[in-house]
């Protein structure tokens, strides 16, 4: 039996459009699951953990929706053994990009009735657990601005989400400014100053595919860690487009940095966004916390010591 997990809202409405051809694809094919509608991140994660309480026989539970959705259900699959599937159905969908499921939706569904899963870390701390990514600085600072806009909503309505990123980028790089920040890695203290932004990363990308911290593995037991200080505000600005392609790791002021543990503290309150979500301007405590997740993945195939079984 499936457990499908369904945020009708997430990509603007792509939720619910996803769902009714999942629904179609999973009746044509004679497969038994059971479809649960969350209503807000809030509620989510007791709502998931009603529904596994309810049987034992969940081969899966196959989650469509965005990389937001996720992120609320999190504490409800960690060390459950019951895998997560994707479906994408948000925005930016960095999980899926991360575990190499595909965005078209058969394909996707396939990937998640199939038996192989990774055993993947999670980010454990601040705001509890997040999966690709805790972005604190700059980049957070965008994504509060363009969610508190009202260019999102019209540059949405007229099908430009993107575009709404661009314009926060712009807006945000007028009025920010750097700070030094203290970052302390498996308890060794390092300063910066000047820094725009330090992202903590258990996926290679956040905000649709921007590689903040390409070399970074989900099931490595570590986490990867991006700091770029000491740049004027030009720099940061041609910083994004090397984002695409993760070259901005051989630039003078990005430091890259691995580890177990961080603690992020900004010498100015500063917002920080965990899978894209809002988590505050607290300091930022977070560690990884190994193969706490299992998700279903094309990449199971070929990944040797952390592949497993949805079944086993
Ligand atoms: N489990 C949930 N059920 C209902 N609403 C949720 C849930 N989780 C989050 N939300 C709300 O729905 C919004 C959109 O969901 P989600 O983040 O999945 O999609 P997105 O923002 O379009 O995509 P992405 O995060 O991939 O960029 C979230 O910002 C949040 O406000």
Same mark, same amino acid.
């Given at each position: ?155 949405? %309505? /007229?099908?430009?989400? $993107?575009?709404?990123?661009? =314009? !926060?980028?712009?807006?945000? @790089?007028? #009025? ?86 961080? %603690? /992020?503290?900004?010498? $100015?309150?500063?917002?920080? =966004? !965990?899978?894209?979500?809002? @988590?505050? #301007? ?31």
């Amino acid at each position: 039996m499936y457990l499908l997990i369904i945020n009708p809202r997430s990509g603007g409405g792509a939720g619910q459009r996803t769902w009714l051809s999942v629904e179609a694809m999973l009746k044509a094919r004679g497969i038994a699951y059971e479809a649960l509608f969350t209503e807000s991140a809030e509620q989510a994660e007791a709502q998931v953990l009603r529904a596994l309480a309810r049987r034992e026989d969940w081969r899966a539970a196959i989650l469509i929706g965005g990389d937001g959705t996720i992120h609320s259900v999190l504490g409800a699959l960690r060390r459950r053994g019951v895998p997560l599937g994707v479906i994408p159905a948000g925005s930016g969908n960095d999980t899926a990009r991360g575990f190499g499921i595909p965005l078209d939706t058969e394909a996707a569904l396939d990937a998640a009735l199939q038996d192989g899963c990774l055993e993947a870390d999670l980010l454990a701390g601040t705001g509890g657990l997040t999966l690709t990514a805790v972005a604190s600085g700059f980049d957070a600072q965008v994504a509060v601005n363009v969610n508190n806009s009202r260019y999102k909503r019209l540059c949405n %309505a /007229v099908g430009a989400g $993107q575009l709404a990123y661009i =314009i !926060g980028i712009l807006h945000t @790089l007028i #009025t920010f400014k750097p700070c030094r920040v203290s970052v302390t890695l498996d308890g060794k203290e390092q300063a910066f100053d000047q820094a725009w932004l330090v992202s903590v990363c258990n996926l290679p990308s956040y905000g649709g595919g921007l590689l903040i911290c390409p070399q970074a593995e989900s099931g490595d037991g570590r986490l990867d860690v991006c700091v770029v200080h000491g740049c004027s505000r030009a720099q940061v600005l041609r910083l994004f487009p090397t984002l695409l392609k993760g070259t901005h790791v051989a630039l003078p002021f990005v430091t890259m940095l691995r580890g177990r543990s961080v %603690a /992020v503290r900004f010498a $100015q309150p500063r917002h920080a =966004i !965990g899978d894209g979500e809002p @988590l505050g #301007t607290a300091p930022l405590a977070v560690r990884c916390e190994p193969g706490a997740l299992r998700v279903l993945s094309p990449l199971a195939a070929a990944a040797e010591g952390r592949s497993c079984r949805a079944s086993g």
